[in-house]
Nanobody, 114 residues
Framework: QVQLVESGGGLVQPGGSLRLSCAAS????????MGWYRQAPGKQRELVAQITSGSSTMYTDSVKGRFTISRDNAKNTVYLQMNSLMPEDTAVYYC????????WGQGTQVTVSS
């Protein structure tokens, strides 16, 4: 049984930081491209960042220079360090694992507000 469990969301003031974690089980983690997506109310889910099995990374333009994705294959965990958060970063953030199959976590809420 595949499980992706996100943690680390919450309420933060503009300019603050959060670190999201996604712990995976039931997959050969090191073989998967791991991604973070987000979905704001009334909007489509969008890819925020991803990291390949070879640790190549990509980011959507709006988070470049502020967010950093990383992975720890020994812990089967992918992280998203989010700095300089803005109100427009408010969304539910989802972890995704992609290889031959695609799996999703349940999501974690990030709210940026003063």
């Amino acid at each position: 049984q595949v499980q992706l469990v996100e943690s680390g969301g919450g309420l933060v003031q503009p300019g603050g930081s959060l670190r999201l974690s996604c712990a995976a089980s039931g997959i050969v983690f090191s073989a998967y491209t791991m991604g973070w997506y987000r979905q704001a109310p009334g909007k489509q889910r969008e890819l925020v960042a991803q990291i390949t099995s070879g640790s190549s990374t990509m980011y959507t333009d709006s988070v470049k220079g502020r967010f950093t994705i990383s992975r720890d294959n020994a812990k089967n965990t992918v992280y998203l360090q989010m700095n300089s958060l803005m109100p427009e970063d408010t969304a539910v953030y989802y972890c995704n694992a992609a290889s031959r199959f695609r799996y999703w976590g349940q999501g974690t809420q990030v709210t940026v507000s003063s």
